[in-house]
């Protein structure tokens, strides 16, 4: 069984939420962990855990949408962090490639973080441009969880393995370009590795330009382990391993 842990499916990006889950569920992916970003999408994820069996939930502001909250954003997820299905704080974090007023995005991190440690949530954490101020915030906070879409190095990647953070490992291993994120995979240990889509963005090759989804994140365990050496079973069973270990009071298989 494949997880993707890291997803958008919301219906500004699909009319075909169905046959997408369908797809996940038929390449082998059994759950599927949507990702909020703000008010609308987190009363979607909401909607989503209960509609379908595979799909659960985490609820968060990310970076681009501080603009739009409010003290209710954080009531929302508050009041419903502890709902069915619900099984982190994301996705939450930092962007300083763009223009995001940097003060209020670290007091809507912060504030999210404590929410999680509050509720004791792991979290799904974005961050861009900005990995050391992202790591000496969560070690700060004393929280686990994983580093989406991560970007970092390897001396990084190691220093967030040691405060318990995974790697979501996504589309971008695939592209031709991806230096970076390939010498992380080969040297950091399958063990702290879990796999996501990113979907609808981040589109793996050989279908890159086209929209993502769930059942791509086979593609994903495929590159991984051409880059490691190892069998599709060694990998699938140790990134599902990973996730279930981190999410081991949320997720009943």
């Known amino acids: 069984m494949l997880i993707d842990t890291h997803c958008h499916l919301f219906s500004e990006y699909y009319e075909d939420i169905d046959s997408v889950i369908k797809r996940a569920y038929d390449n082998g992916v059994g759950v599927v ?4 970003c703000d ?6 994820v909401l909607e989503l855990v209960k509609k379908y069996d595979i799909v659960y939930g985490a609820l ?26 619900i099984i982190a ?3 939450i974090g930092l962007d300083y490639h763009y223009d995001y007023d940097r003060k209020l995005q670290r007091r809507v991190f912060e504030r999210q973080l404590g929410i999680a440690v509050k509720y ?7 961050s861009r441009d900005c990995i050391q101020e992202t790591y000496d915030i969560l070690k700060s906070f004393n929280v686990t969880g994983i580093m989406h879409c991560y970007s970092g190095s ?6 967030f393995n040691k405060i318990g953070f995974l790697l979501g490992i996504g589309g971008v ?14 040297k950091i240990d399958l063990e702290y590795i879990v796999l996501e889509t990113d979907a609808p963005y981040l589109t793996p090759e050989p279908y890159r330009g086209g929209r993502n989804e769930p059942a791509n994140v086979v593609v994903i365990a495929k590159k991984i382990c051409e880059l490691k050496g190892l069998k599709f079973k060694e990998v699938s069973e140790a990134t599902t391993r990973n996730v279930l270990r981190l999410f ?6």
Do not use: W
């Not at 209710?72 to 069915?84: G, L, P, R, T, V």
């Not at 004791?120 to 974005?126: D, E, R």
């Open 60 to 85: 968060g502001i990310q970076p681009g949408e501080i603009g739009h909250i409010n003290d209710e954003s954080f009531k929302f997820i508050e009041d419903h962090i502890n709902d069915d299905k």
């Open 39 to 44: 008010d609308k999408s987190n009363r979607e």
């Open 173 to 186: 291993c695939t592209f031709k370009n991806a230096k970076n994120i390939v010498e992380v995979i080969k």
């Open 120 to 126: 004791n949530k792991p979290v799904i954490v974005h």
């Open 154 to 159: 390897v001396e990084m990647a190691y220093e």
């Open 248 to 253: 081991d009071k949320y997720i009943n298989l």
């Open 89 to 91: 704080i994301g996705e």
């Open 33 to 36: 962990v949507v990702n909020g």
